[in-house]
């Protein structure tokens, strides 16, 4: 990649770094269209691998050339682009730069996620079956991503990043299952990148087992990979000649049972490769008795409720929003815990991803204790109203986008709407196979706060809602003891004084037309992706009112016209009527 995006690269160079890889014996060169400068430049490295090949005097048909395309450079930026019509062009001008007919490998280089990834992997399916590619792969994708494809099409190749340094891809499950399913397993970056350079020189067990072969510390973090499985096969980048031999070097190093036990010491994730369990098939009995139970759900879900629950069973809870910290720096307290004789552990986070799950799950396995999952199987409706409230509840008002953005450092739960909706996005469900002793699934169940029981009429203000004709059924409500409300979503006040005036206006206009005490609460924010919490259909604004006024909702009317509107209404437990029909028009 670097021989075309560094500012100042070299092309002469460039193809003189190329011809000493494949004088070393080199047999797989990956490259990209978007290895290059930018938009205009697409293509570049492809064109530097079809001119050195072209001008090698050695033996072309055993050299392997893959690609990939799904990724755009607009301005030197990295933006992916997974649609079938442009993979379908890429592929045309990958082909036109190696200049082939046929590219033996073509990867998505990153699923798009504005583009249903089936869509780009028919798409790619498409191009084989059309002749232009012989193997399909994908690029940086979770263990869910690649069942999905394999359902479409043969996926020949995975490659993400795997290091001695990086081990994301295995504790995230992606590494197992490619190994286990005859998947080839690229592994790019597999010293760690550039700014690892320095720690790989340094680290004592590479040194000493480099020490013993008359190697280099990187040739021998570069055959650890390989030695692991004969399918793991690292891509190391070059831009020296001499890094280019070093690199071939490591491919002929024959570690020793010895170096095997020293390397599997310093780096045990990465030896988890060579020893992979059977998981989700025959659970071992636990060594001890107890549990670690983890909670999982999306923001707002009720974990805290459920892990309270296990605490009053005796569960010891350990969380990241009481202890701080990350979610793999909870394991030091598990491991605490456990060897200080407590064997009943709850740990309650949203553990989105195979990989967040995975270090919990090998810590309590070193300790001989099983995990049990329970996963809260809340709807992102009850989720959002969950968080809205307990934002009420802690700040006594709904905080706005700037404040949630600052007080997240301090306080997890001063979350937006994003966030639930990006746990969606990435979520990996749970699975037996990761080494579940069970997973429980849980509905969620809202309990009925006794203390509320006011009744209110609450209704959307806009201009055919604050008509003459309501006045007098408003009046009628408010005669016979309920509340009247508003609300409203007004987005052109935002920081404009002299807009948030004119509303103050209006409101106060409709109280003297209607002739009735109205209580009206708008939303400031503008349109676009939803960053507050107030904005219909999210229910922060209507919940501001059951906290304000003690409102039972199942007593309470709303009443509006928009397409959202019955929806917003059961997702806070309102009745609803139709605005035509409620005023008899």
């Not at 407590?342 to 270090?359: F, M």
């Not at 986008?401 to 709407?417: H, I, L, S, W, Y």
């Amino acid at each position: 990649m670097r021989l075309s995006t560094e500012p100042h690269r070299d092309e002469a160079r460039a193809v003189e770094v190329l011809h000493a890889a494949l004088d070393a014996g080199i047999t797989l060169l990956d490259t990209a269209d978007a290895y290059c400068w930018d938009e205009r430049d697409a293509g570049h490295n492809e064109r530097l691998v079809a001119r050195a090949l072209a001008t090698w005097s050695g033996d072309r048909s055993r050299v392997l050339v893959a690609t990939k395309g799904g990724l755009t450079r607009p301005d030197g930026r990295w933006m992916a682009d997974g649609r079938a019509v442009h993979l379908r062009a890429a592929c045309d001008a990958s082909r036109r730069a190696l200049d082939v007919d046929r590219i033996q490998l073509y990867q998505l280089h990153a699923p798009d996620p504005r583009t249903p990834l089936a869509t780009s992997v028919r798409a790619l399916a498409a191009l084989q079956r059309d002749g232009l590619v012989d193997e399909i792969g994908l690029c940086n994708v979770s263990v869910g991503q690649i069942e999905q494809a394999r359902q479409i099409a043969d996926i020949a190749a995975v490659q993400v990043e795997l290091s001695v340094w990086n081990d994301d891809n295995v504790l995230s499950g992606v590494a197992e299952y490619c190994l286990t399913h005859g998947i080839r397993l690229i592994a790019h970056r597999p010293l760690g990148g550039v700014r690892r350079a320095g720690r790989t020189s340094k680290e004592p067990v590479l040194l000493e087992v480099a020490a013993r072969h008359h190697a280099t510390p990187h040739e021998i973090a570069l055959a650890w990979l390989k030695d692991l499985s004969g399918a793991i096969v690292p891509i190391a980048g070059a831009t020296r000649v001499d890094t280019v031999k070093s690199i071939a070097g490591a491919h002929a190093i024959a570690l020793t049972d010895r170096d095997r036990g020293q390397l599997a010491e310093r780096f045990p994730t990465l030896q988890m490769l060579r020893h992979r369990p059977e998981r989700g098939r025959t659970q071992a009995a636990p060594a001890r008795e107890g549990e670690v139970v983890m909670v999982m759900g999306l923001p707002g879900a009720g974990k805290t409720t459920a892990a309270h629950t296990l605490v009053a069973q005796g569960y010891v809870r350990v969380n990241r929003d009481e202890d701080g910290g990350s979610l793999r720096g909870l394991l030091p307290e598990l491991t605490r815990l456990i060897e200080s004789g407590c064997t009943r552990v709850v740990l309650d986070n949203t553990y989105v991803s195979r990989k967040s799950r995975a270090s919990v799950i090998h810590a309590a396995e070193r300790a001989g204790l099983p995990v049990r999952c329970v996963w809260l199987s809340t709807s992102i409706e009850d989720a959002q109203v969950n968080a809205s409230w307990r934002m009420l509840s802690k700040y006594g008002r709904l905080l706005g986008p700037e404040e949630m953005r600052r007080m997240t450092k301090q306080d997890v739960n001063a979350f937006g709407p994003a966030v639930q909706f990006r746990y969606l996005r990435d979520l990996e469900p749970p699975h037996p196979s990761e080494g579940f002793s069970r997973i429980d699934i849980l509905p969620f169940e809202r309990v009925r706060d006794p203390s509320l029981t006011n009744r209110a009429v609450i209704i959307w203000c806009d201009a055919s809602l604050i008509a003459e004709e309501a006045a007098g059924v408003l009046r009628r409500y408010a005669d016979d003891g309920w509340r009247v409300l508003g609300m409203s979503w007004r987005p052109e006040v935002g920081d404009d004084a002299a807009a948030a005036r004119q509303v103050e206006q209006d409101i106060a206009r409709m109280r003297d037309r209607l002739g009735i005490a109205i209580d009206v609460r708008y939303c400031p924010h503008g349109a676009g992706p939803p960053v507050c919490w107030c904005r219909k259909p999210l229910p922060g604004m209507a919940l501001a009112f059951v906290m304000q006024h003690r409102l039972d909702p199942s007593q309470c009317i709303y009443v509006g016209s928009g397409p959202q509107d019955p929806g917003f209404a059961r997702r806070i437990g309102f009745q609803f009527r139709d605005a035509n029909e409620f005023f008899g028009r």
